[in-house]
């Protein structure tokens, strides 16, 4: 079989942000429907969207925020920040409780100093040697201060 049959490419661009929007949006009522679970007894739960600007909306800023109290965490990954509509970017950081950057361009490099500033530079963003990053933690309820980290280079 040549190619993933889920693969953008294979079933276009259109049903494939349809497909990621409508899994989106039922992982979602997913998480609200822990709501009859007392706090203390509901399980950590992490949702992980790759390229997730294909199929993305302001309804996953707002799960970002909603989720958090049915102990539902938002992986969210993608190549660059122009991918995304400025309004759902913004979503995105203002509920955001940890950053992780590789290497980036300049555009984003100035963005992200923004978020880690002073202790990083859009120069420092830029200039990451592979399987480096730059790390903000959210830590019970605070941001904490911005450090480096190496990560292990693929198998090969």
Same mark, same amino acid.
Request: hydrophobic letters at 45%; charged letters at 20%; a negative charge.
């Given at each position: 079989?040549?190619?993933?049959?889920?693969d953008?490419?294979? @079933?276009?661009?259109g049903?494939?942000?349809? /497909?990621g929007?409508?899994?989106v =949006? #039922?992982?979602?009522?997913?998480?609200?429907?822990?709501?009859?679970t007392?706090? #203390?007894?509901?399980?950590?739960?992490?949702?992980? /969207?790759?390229?997730?600007?294909?199929?993305?909306?302001?309804?996953?800023?707002?799960?970002?925020?909603e989720?958090r109290?049915y102990?539902v965490?938002m992986v /969210?990954?993608?190549?660059h /920040?122009?991918?995304?509509?400025?309004?759902?970017r913004?979503?995105?950081?203002?509920?955001?409780?940890?950053i992780?950057?590789?290497?980036?361009?300049?555009?984003?490099?100035a963005?992200l100093?923004?978020e880690?500033?002073?202790?990083? =530079?859009?120069?420092?963003? @830029?200039s990451?040697p592979?399987? #480096?990053?730059?790390?903000?933690?959210? @830590?019970?309820?605070?941001? =904490?201060?911005?450090? =480096?980290?190496?990560?292990?280079?693929?198998?090969?």
């Amino acid at each position: 079989m040549r190619g993933d049959p889920q693969d953008k490419g294979q @079933i276009g661009e259109g049903p494939a942000a349809t /497909l990621g929007s409508l899994l989106v =949006s #039922h992982l979602a009522l997913a998480a609200v429907s822990r709501s009859d679970t007392l706090e #203390h007894a509901r399980q950590d739960y992490a949702i992980v /969207l790759d390229e997730f600007q294909t199929f993305t909306t302001l309804s996953v800023a707002t799960m970002l925020a909603e989720l958090r109290k049915y102990r539902v965490g938002m992986v /969210l990954a993608n190549q660059h /920040l122009s991918q995304l509509d400025p309004a759902i970017r913004d979503a995105v950081f203002g509920n955001a409780g940890t950053i992780i950057a590789f290497r980036v361009g300049a555009a984003d490099g100035a963005f992200l100093a923004r978020e880690c500033a002073p202790t990083f =530079s859009a120069e420092d963003f @830029i200039s990451l040697p592979l399987y #480096h990053i730059y790390i903000r933690l959210l @830590i019970d309820g605070e941001p =904490s201060r911005p450090f =480096s980290a190496t990560t292990l280079p693929p198998p090969a």
